[in-house]
């Protein structure tokens, strides 16, 4: 093959790897994240953490109760969207899916470690007056950085996620972060996995 045209074959694969998008998303898996969100957010209700104010009173069993919670529900739902994301690239032959992938991982590192610096501090501080605000804002962040390699309904759930974390701020007192996490985390997983699973495949 000419020199010129293997050039020019490169190019155009080099141009093709950087507009392409990641759509091999598992629509069974954003759906169960919402899921395991909503069983999350009852337990954390029923431990007493429901509101801010209440969250600022808990004792140290509890704190680690809770943090045990979050980080089983994170880990579950990392996992499960990962594994979707494999099988999905497989049966959609997307040979691009792990590169895709990794873009969408560094799009979303910088806000995920922001919101988990935060949630340490906030932890052995004993102040979770404000942690589904920050949860909601860092994620919401996350989201809108990964949409630009993904679909772009991840996009609008960001933008949705980030709406309502704004609204948590300036709620100090009421439970209605508690009503917001779970309209993102919960309501906005299941049906973003609702209409993924309809258009691009469960």
Not at 129 to 135: E, H, R, S
Not at 161 to 188: E, H, N, Q, R, W
């Amino acid at each position: 093959m000419p020199q010129a045209l293997r050039t020019d074959l490169r190019q155009i694969r080099l141009a093709l790897e950087k507009n392409a998008r990641l759509t091999s998303v598992s629509g069974l898996a954003l759906a169960l994240s919402g899921l395991l969100a909503f069983v999350a957010s009852g337990i954390t209700t029923n431990l007493g953490a429901a509101s801010p104010q209440a969250r600022l009173a808990l004792g140290n069993v509890t704190l680690a109760q809770l943090a045990t919670l979050w980080g089983v529900t994170l880990v579950a739902a990392v996992s499960l969207n990962l594994f979707g994301m494999l099988i999905r690239a497989r049966i959609d032959g997307q040979p691009l899916a792990a590169r895709l992938g990794r873009r969408v991982l560094f799009a979303m590192l910088p806000s995920l470690f922001v919101g988990g610096v935060l949630t340490v501090g906030l932890l052995l501080s004993g102040r979770l007056d404000m942690i589904f605000a920050v949860w909601m804002l860092c994620y919401g962040s996350a989201l809108v950085a990964a949409s630009s390699h993904s679909i772009t309904s991840v996009k609008f759930l960001g933008m949705w996620t980030l709406f309502c974390g704004a609204l948590a701020v300036f709620d100090p007192i009421s439970s209605i972060d508690a009503m917001l996490f779970m309209g993102t985390f919960g309501a906005g997983h299941l049906l973003l996995g609702i209409w993924v699973g309809v258009r691009y495949g469960w």
